[in-house]
């Protein structure tokens, strides 16, 4: 996969893609977004069900699966069992999953430096103090 | 070409109004649809009617018509609403007589009933419905409380019925939230209803704006920092074409943004898998979808598919689900999460002293992992500034509840130095468990109707 003359780096995720999370009953419902074709392509071998299963350790305790929104350069990731017992009985903070898309974007992944760094996020300004 | 457009006007009970007043002010909206039931909502309206069986609607309902309805009518703008909840009779006749006493006269408020099914639920048994729940395959048999509400989700024929009594406003109960938007446009465009492509349009139309906001900038996950004025946020809008071409904006002026970044991350949101998005009008395949962004703060929504819609009807109960019981305490540097751990195994010794039974307890740490949970890396503890100690248990007594609470003050003087935030930091409440089956369409034949109260 890796043998084009392209440099590869374990970035954060946060730095590339966009992410929405939700939630319906006890699952939670992460969409993840890509700048490019190229960074898709490459979640599409790095970013399986298995490592974003890995990765939520105990917060994630049914299956993941994937499902593909080609034109948007989109990957959904329903996770089973992931709330606590949903949204008005889980007694977690975020009952309702909306920061699980945060958690998924502290994964490191590897990608083609150049297509992420075209990514807004890669570049954003320091903050300002308004 | 004919067209219809339709604009949110509300994402959920307890939304600003602001937005719809704007998108009023700004003009040249046919609908507004309004979204007031998430599954917990109707527990809170069943407590509301078991008082006062005129209740049991959103109680912000009323006053809220009461600000829309002149510039509403003056626009020739229908609003429409699931704030009906479970007494959308009483909602419409309290929004029509809340009109009248403030001087607004000649108003018409259609509202849909029928999707209130708690009564139906014994017969339906014995009549072998199968009432298993289809998330655990329990049975409905094995329940020992009975419900608190039960409602079969209604699609947007029964709001369809309601519109042809040429109303102001349309009320209804358990609708889904895009309903609202599908009938409006089902109506004014006039498509059969198995037009199934057309109706799979209008649903994800219907998406991308029901949760307000969220459509419009808000949550977003892209260059955030570049979104402006979303103290002035506009909610999204849709003109839909006779020939199915669709675009989506926002009231001119209103802050926020629309833009095929923005609307993607809404139009996926909570749908499951994308290629079977499941409503009682139309199964949505979402598969080929596109958004391209066609002008500032304009997007055109393309290749939506429908499937036939499917031969069952979703039911939601809620059940109760016992007590949950909250308490907090913060903690200052130095050593606040090493205090706070601390803290939480006294916390636990003191439960088993005072014998408090409970069925799950949730520690987090404010601050640190409380919404990163597992993911979110343990901190230098230098690093760590303050972090709040929150502790929560599940319980099936009240009184284990009430008792719980009342270990946190003295664990505030009791404990380790420098705490703070002593104020409203304790909550109790009550939990649900939600029951969701699949029934036969056919079910509610006859059951569903539309009527109108006017002045």
């Given at each position: 996969m890796i043998n084009d003359q392209k440099t590869w780096q374990e970035i954060p995720l946060y730095k590339v893609v966009q992410s929405r999370s939700g939630d319906k009953g006890d699952a939670v419902d992460i969409s993840v977004f890509s700048p490019n074709r190229e960074i898709h392509e490459a979640l599409r071998s790095e970013l399986t069900t298995e490592r974003v299963k890995q990765h939520f350790g105990d917060y994630v305790k049914g299956s993941v699966t994937r499902y593909e929104i080609p034109n948007l350069l989109a990957f959904k990731y329903i996770c089973k069992d992931?709330?606590?017992?949903?949204?008005?009985?889980?007694?977690?903070?975020d009952n309702l999953g909306k920061s699980m898309s945060a958690n998924l974007l502290r994964m490191k992944v590897k990608l083609p430096l150049e297509a992420a760094s075209t990514s807004i996020l890669y570049n954003k300004p320091q903050g300002e103090i308004l | 070409m004919k067209s219809v457009k339709v604009a949110c006007?509300?994402?959920?009970?307890?939304?600003?109004?602001r937005p719809s007043l704007r998108a009023l002010e700004v003009g040249g909206i046919d609908y507004l649809c309004f979204d007031a039931l998430a599954e917990l909502t109707l527990a809170i309206l069943a407590k509301d009617r078991a008082k006062n069986p005129e209740f049991g609607y959103t109680k912000d309902l009323p006053d809220m018509m009461l600000q829309l309805l002149p510039q509403a009518k003056k626009n020739g703008t229908v609003i429409i609403t699931?704030?009906?909840?479970?007494?959308p009779a009483c909602a419409a006749k309290a929004i029509v007589e809340l009109a009248k006493a403030n001087g607004i006269e000649g108003v018409r408020v259609a509202y849909v009933e029928g999707d209130d099914v708690l009564d139906s639920l014994n017969q339906w048994q014995s009549d072998g419905?199968?009432?298993?729940?289809?998330?655990?395959?329990?049975?409905?048999?094995?329940?020992?409380d009975s419900p608190i509400f039960a409602n079969v989700y209604l699609g947007a024929d029964s709001i369809c019925a309601a519109l042809k009594f040429n109303p102001d406003i349309v009320v209804t109960g358990?609708?889904?939230?895009t309903a609202a938007y599908l009938a409006p446009i089902q109506s004014a465009l006039?498509?059969?209803?198995?037009?199934w492509d057309k109706a799979a349009t209008a649903i994800a139309v219907g998406h991308l704006l029901e949760c307000g906001g969220q459509g419009a900038g808000?949550?977003?996950?892209?260059?955030?920092?570049?979104?402006?004025n979303l103290h002035d946020i506009g909610y999204p809008t849709a003109e839909i074409f006779e020939d199915g071409r669709v675009i989506i904006s926002k009231p001119e002026g209103t802050g926020g943004r629309i833009s095929r970044d923005v609307l993607k991350e809404q139009l996926l949101?909570?749908?499951?898998?994308p290629s079977c998005y499941i409503t009682p009008d139309v199964i949505v395949d979402l598969t080929d979808v596109d958004l391209v962004d066609i002008g500032e703060n304009q997007v055109e929504l393309k290749g939506v598919k429908g499937n036939p819609a499917p031969p069952s009807l979703k039911l939601i109960m809620g059940l109760p689900g016992g007590w949950m019981s909250s308490g907090q305490i913060a903690f200052s540097w130095p050593y606040a999460l090493e205090k706070a751990e601390r803290t939480a195994e006294i916390l636990k010794k003191r439960m088993q002293t005072e014998g408090i039974n409970y069925d799950d307890l949730e520690i987090e740490y404010v601050g640190v992992?409380?919404?990163?949970?597992?993911?979110a890396p343990r901190p230098d503890e230098d690093s760590v500034n303050e972090v709040v100690l929150r502790a929560t248990i599940a319980c099936q007594q009240q009184g284990d509840a009430v008792a719980f609470r009342k270990l946190f003050p003295p664990l505030y003087i009791n404990t380790y130095p420098f705490v703070g935030g002593?104020?409203?930091m304790l909550h109790m409440g009550s939990l649900l468990n939600q029951w969701s089956c699949l029934v036969p369409r056919t079910l509610m034949d006859g059951c569903v109707s539309a009527n109108v109260v006017e002045s």
């Open positions: 992931a709330l606590g017992g949903g949204g008005s009985g889980s007694l977690r903070s | 006007g509300q994402g959920f009970y307890g939304d600003s109004l699931n704030g009906g909840g479970l007494n419905v199968d009432l298993s729940d289809y998330d655990s395959g329990a049975e409905f048999t094995a329940l020992k358990r609708t889904t939230d006039g498509f059969a209803s198995d037009d808000g949550n977003f996950s892209g260059d955030w920092w570049n979104v402006e949101y909570e749908i499951h898998d992992n409380s919404i990163g949970g597992p993911t002593l104020r409203n």
